[in-house]
């Protein structure tokens, strides 16, 4: 006796087909639309980054200068080159411009502004009159980055 074998259907149908292709099709359509969002956004990081830099740099500016008040000449526009202690950046403020310390606008720079002030403030064991926070607001547009540090004044 002789048994046949039956033969096994091979391949696949178009129904099976067409299922993997839209599924496939709505899997990549996800894919793309998560793409497409971060795409979007990736210039926020950006100018995050540019914000806390200027932000950093402000504070390491500040945080050199000496905490006793010294008498100086008065600042013009934008320029911090006559600043020589902590109280000369209490309300220091610009518009829609970053200046170096000299006063001279950096253009790609243009956007951005940055707001200073600064508190006393008592801290641990130091009392108000010898303690401040120092705190940078810099915007651009509706965004807004703050940095802060606190200096304590004790005569060496």
Partial sequence: MTRRLKRLPRGMSLIELVVAIVILGVGLAGMMLAFST????????????????IADEMLAEISLKPFAPAANA???GCARVN?????????YATSNQI????????????NYSVSVSI???AWQTAPSSESVLIKV????????YVAFVRRVGYAV
């Fill in 119 to 121: 508190t006393n403030v």
């Fill in 74 to 76: 008065a600042a013009t």
């Fill in 137 to 144: 607001t810099v915007t651009y547009g509706n965004n807004s």
């Fill in 99 to 110: 200046c170096t310390i000299d006063g001279v606008p950096i253009p790609s720079l243009a």
């Fill in 83 to 91: 600043f020589n202690d902590l109280s000369d950046y209490d309300g």
């Fill in 38 to 53: 971060v795409a979007g956004g990736s210039a926020d990081p950006v100018i995050q980054r540019q914000m806390q830099a």
